[in-house]
């Protein structure tokens, strides 16, 4: 089971770099700035923890945008391990419906969060938001559960 986890986790390492090189290219394509949402979510939570971030205002909005990409990382290493042990434990879709199904549970993890915590409503989002959000996604899916297929043991 360990073992498992810790291949998905790696998947989920290398999901999380395709994740963010497509949204990458896609800002500087368009030239778009990068989402605050993540920043957001932070701080809400933060908030409601009763221990908000501190800090001059530039001393804040750099700890958040740390804390905010730290977050994303932790939520698709998270996904590929939980991926990782549902393999372990011998869920083997084919690799278009593990990639969707990997790349959608990253998506609903973080969408989630901000939805849950009114930082964000993608019920608001436009067209070009939800492609957007959903191409990284889809890229994050096929990495991580290519990743973990060929790291099968022999």
Same mark, same amino acid.
């Given at each position: ?30 030239? @778009? ?14 908030? !409601? ?10 001393? !804040?909005?750099? @700890? ?8 994303? $990382? ?12 549902? @393999?372990? $434990? ?17 998506? $609903? ?8 915590? @009114? ?20 890229? &994050?899916?096929?990495?991580? &559960? ?9």
């Amino acid at each position: 089971m360990l073992s498992g986890i810790l291949r998905g986790a790696a998947a989920g390492a290398a999901g999380t770099t395709a994740l963010d090189a497509v949204t990458y290219a896609d800002m500087a394509g368009r030239a @778009r700035p990068a989402s605050e949402t993540p920043q957001r979510t932070i701080a809400t939570i933060a908030r !409601r923890i009763g221990r908000p971030v501190e800090g001059d205002s530039d001393t !804040r909005a750099n @700890r958040l945008t740390g804390l905010g990409a730290l977050s994303g $990382i932790a939520t698709g290493v998270g996904v590929g391990a939980a991926f990782g042990a549902l @393999r372990g $434990i011998g869920l083997r879709p084919p690799i278009w419906a593990g990639s969707l199904l990997v790349g959608a549970a990253a998506m $609903i993890a973080a969408n989630g969060a901000m939805a849950g915590l @009114r930082v964000s409503d993608p019920r608001t989002w436009s067209t070009a938001d939800w492609i957007a959000d959903i191409v990284p996604h889809i890229a &994050y899916g096929f990495t991580t &559960y290519a990743a973990l297929a060929t790291m099968d043991p022999k």
